[in-house]
């Protein structure tokens, strides 16, 4: 039997919801470890009606900046 082995990785991720609203500038923001085998894949599962932009950093972390009929939010995965 041929089983694919699983690249879990872990990352401390950063969601920060930008507010738009003209009187109030502040960011929703909140920290959570996750084990994942594909980032690209565990945003798209969370926004999956959103535009999508992705960043690689040369430390190995990844940014993705998303935007759903103008709620932006963005992702940061940072390895730990």
Do not use: W
């Amino acid at each position: 039997m041929n089983r694919r082995a699983s690249h879990m990785a872990n990352y401390e991720m950063c969601c920060e919801i930008f507010n738009s609203c003209s009187n109030n500038q502040m960011r929703d923001i909140s920290f959570e470890e996750v084990s994942v085998e594909d980032t690209d894949a565990y945003v798209r599962q969370m926004e999956p009606r959103a535009a999508i932009d992705k960043e690689e950093l040369s430390d190995g972390s990844r940014i993705y900046h998303t935007d759903t009929a103008g709620l932006r939010k963005r992702y940061s995965f940072t390895p730990i």
